[in-house]
């Protein structure tokens, strides 16, 4: 199947600093991006979906202004977490598809712990 | 608004023995039905999916899950499993403006 990376795998950073993840696809073009969460021992959480060269869509309850998303190419797609705090700490998933109801890719995620 | 409801948390298993995890939906329109595998620590992979057609889907790994539309559920079987199947599995159905939803995840633990 397709490859789907994401960088960096872990991060640490300090409270109130900015952190900003990528989600590439290594072998097609993909036309839809979505963003995940997930917390220790639970489902996915969507937070956004995004199309390349438009505005992502987020979910009910989502900072937009909080966590910035931006899908500039057909190959990649970032996530960027403002002023991040300890409650942002989780596991950011990203998968990729080639139209919105087509098979997602899924990146191996980025473990983030904000101290 | 469309849900989905795996119906065990944890299910432990002994290698060779059949398994089977249950996954059911709710949803106000046509949806789309995927399985997927994930490993500790890592993203998920996608063992099959239900899209239209044939109602008994084969995957990867042996997998297989039938799709019944009068019960709304798509559970999914293996006839013999193996230590390397111990994973968390998830269901997830995706409708036509592509908006996912996923289960909360079965924990398979296979043992010796």
């Known amino acids: 199947g397709a490859v789907v990376s994401q960088h960096p795998s872990w991060v640490i950073c300090k409270s109130g600093t900015s952190v900003k993840i990528e989600c590439r696809s290594l072998?097609?073009?993909?036309?839809?991006m979505f963003w995940y969460r997930q917390f220790p021992k639970q489902s996915l959480m969507l937070m956004a979906t995004?199309?390349?060269?438009?505005?992502?869509?987020?979910e009910q309850g989502v900072e937009k202004d909080k966590f910035l998303i931006n899908h500039a190419s057909l190959t990649l797609s970032t996530l960027t977490v403002t002023s991040a705090h300890p409650e942002d700490s989780s596991f950011y998933i990203c998968?990729?598809?080639?139209?919105?109801?087509?098979?997602?890719?899924f990146g191996p995620g980025t473990r983030l712990t904000v101290l | 608004a469309q849900s989905v409801t795996q119906l065990d948390s944890q299910v432990p298993v002994f290698e060779e023995a059949p398994v089977e995890l249950r996954c059911n939906y709710s949803?106000?329109?046509?949806?789309?039905l995927f399985w997927y595998v994930q490993y500790p620590n890592q993203g998920l992979q996608l063992l099959l999916k239900?899209?239209?057609?044939?109602?008994l889907v084969k995957g990867i790994n042996g997998f297989e899950a039938e799709f019944n539309k009068s019960q709304t559920s798509f559970h999914l079987r293996k006839p013999s499993v193996h230590i390397s199947d111990t994973a968390e599995y998830f269901c997830?159905?995706?409708?036509?403006?592509?908006?996912?939803?996923f289960g909360d995840g079965t924990t398979l633990t296979v043992k010796p």
């Open positions: 998968s990729a598809s080639s139209g919105f109801t087509d098979t997602q890719y």
């Open positions: 072998d097609f073009q993909a036309t839809t």
């Open positions: 995004s199309n390349e060269g438009s505005k992502a869509t987020y």
């Open positions: 949803s106000s329109v046509s949806v789309y």
């Open positions: 239900y899209l239209s057609g044939s109602t």
């Open positions: 997830a159905v995706v409708n036509n403006a592509g908006k996912s939803t």
